[in-house]
């Protein structure tokens, strides 16, 4: 009887092993699943202005796919302000987003700002796949912490038109040219023909003040007085109102737009591009080559214009916040959106020759010119940049259109964007 008890549990103990090791390979228990989160709500703000339909192609109906726990709720300044937001809403946030620009004014004015440092840490996040400007940026707004990871950065090339170049027998653009060597092809392309007038090249020179390849700063990050009245300015100011000031150009149609809309416009450039924006659909036959060197600093490209998720201070869940902002910069991620035209913040990778490939018309193009190496060390970035950006900006037509001398430009622009300034700070008093 006891022989054949031992006979029945040993092969009672053979089935439960089989049994087990079915349940192993087949990935399944009776257990409960342990993986099963619970449902929650995160509170966003997209800080530099993108609608609900641009957030649900970009980021939405992945993030949705990756996190089906996480319902993503997203205000935009359409609708609300984030100072408005953050004195009335009853719901913390827990991530706001943008460009770089926005920092001051929609992370740190609101204190919102929240050091991420430890969980990258904790979680063994490589800063060092990162584009190293990117980085450096961080470090600088947050003190030598981190506030934010990137999602993407903005591209920067010179495009030109093959047609107009064919046309005119003008020879194209190369990678390594300087701004001189370019001027000389935009002056060779400036010409009327068949009642219709061409321009060699359009500057995006807003963008450009920005993110200048020669580092310089718009406002003195201490003193919060504009910083543009030397003579580095002056030289820069001179290189764009040179392009300008070609015989034939008129600044208000040899523009970057009409590059893209018309193709009346031989070259233009793009510090910022996203999503396919150069060229348009009236420039079927083009090319892209690198931004135009100074010829003392060769081979350095305009500075990065990277956009940032950010932790806001106000968030109750850190953990799950900081899961969402490392996807963004997860190279998971970071694949899809460099193909849908939103370039990668990553270095080194060859996702630059693969930027765009979703867009039928960047398909078979040496795109990874436009993401130069190494980019221009980042300038001191305040809050008040835009004002000075814009009161520069404007010092160029005055230059151009009304003959102003370019010292007196660049002396009243200085004034007039200390004046915004002070008064700007007055009013947070």
């Known amino acids: 009887m006891f022989a054949t008890a031992r006979k029945k549990y040993a092969w009672m103990m053979v089935s439960v092993s089989v049994m087990l090791l079915a349940a192993s390979c087949s990935g399944k228990t009776n257990e409960p699943a342990a993986t099963e989160k619970k449902p929650i709500d995160m509170h966003m703000f997209s800080a530099s ?75 063994k996040y490589d800063l060092n796949k990162l584009e190293p400007t990117v980085v450096e940026l961080q470090r600088q707004l947050a003190g030598g912490g981190i506030y934010g990871l990137p999602a993407f950065i903005g591209t920067s090339g010179l495009y030109y ?19 001189d060597e370019v001027y000389d092809l935009a002056v060779k392309l400036t010409r009327q023909d068949g009642g219709t007038q061409y321009y060699g090249f359009a500057n995006d020179n807003y963008s450009y003040i920005q993110v200048n390849q020669l580092s310089l700063d718009l406002v003195d990050p201490k003193t919060h007085k504009a910083s543009f009245n030397t003579d580095e300015w002056k030289r820069v100011v ?10 034939g150009v008129d600044i208000a149609q040899a523009t970057v737009a009409n590059f893209n809309t018309k193709g009346t416009v031989a070259m233009a450039t793009n510090y910022t591009g996203c999503c396919g924006f150069t060229p348009g659909d009236a420039v079927k036959n083009w090319g892209v080559v690198r ?27 850190r953990d799950a916040a900081f899961e ?33 490939q979703d867009l039928p018309k960047y398909q078979g193009r040496n795109m990874s010119v436009l993401f130069p190496k190494p980019h ?21 037509t005055q230059i151009v259109k009304d003959g102003k001398d370019v010292n007196t430009a660049i002396r009243e622009a200085a004034e007039a964007a200390d004046k915004d300034i002070q008064a700007a700070k007055a009013s947070k008093k």
């Open 49 to 123: 202005g993108g609608g609900a339909e641009w957030f649900e192609n970009t980021y939405g109906k992945f993030l949705r796919e990756k996190f089906p726990h996480i319902t993503f709720k997203v205000s935009y300044p359409t609708d609300i302000s984030i100072a408005d937001y953050v004195a009335t809403s009853k719901d913390p946030l827990d991530i706001v987003f943008g460009a770089y620009t926005t920092f001051h004014t929609s992370i740190l004015n609101m204190n919102l700002q929240n050091d991420i440092s430890d969980l990258i840490k904790r979680d």
């Open 161 to 179: 038109n093959k047609d107009l170049f064919d046309k005119f027998a003008v020879p194209y653009p190369k990678d390594g040219m300087t701004w």
């Open 238 to 247: 001179q290189m764009m109102t040179k392009f300008m000031s070609i015989p």
């Open 291 to 317: 931004i135009p060197d100074f010829p003392d600093k060769r081979n350095v490209g305009p500075q990065v214009f990277p956009n940032y998720w950010f932790m806001s201070s106000t968030s109750k869940q």
């Open 324 to 356: 969402v902002i490392k996807y963004v910069a997860s190279e998971e991620f970071q694949i899809s959106l460099n193909s849908r035209g939103l370039a990668t913040a990553l270095k080194d990778t060859k996702l630059h020759e693969k930027y765009g």
């Open 376 to 396: 221009a060390k980042m300038s001191n970035i305040t809050e008040y940049q835009i004002v000075a950006a814009q009161k520069l900006n404007a010092a160029l």
